[in-house]
């Protein structure tokens, strides 16, 4: 596996489809995380989008 297909969704030259949404759900905790520490500068709402996101990014970072 390559550093850009780690980072890049779509550019895995085997396995596609499964790294692509890997990446995809790492993405979706990191932005969980990282939006977390300044949780009062967000509407509740968009936090709360935001952090129900992760409930499928975890999944697919644990079947991807």
């Keep these: 596996v390559e550093l850009v297909s ?9 396995r596609k489809a499964a790294i692509t949404w890997g990446v995809l ?5 990191v ?5 977390s520490w300044p949780r009062r500068l967000f ?4 936090w709360r989008t935001i952090h129900l996101l992760s409930v499928p990014a975890t999944v697919f970072a644990i079947n991807g």
């Design 43 to 46: 509407k509740r709402s968009v």
């Design 25 to 29: 759900a790492f993405y979706g905790l």
């Design 6 to 14: 780690v980072f890049v969704p779509g550019t895995a030259a085997s």
């Design 31 to 35: 932005l969980a995380v990282f939006t």
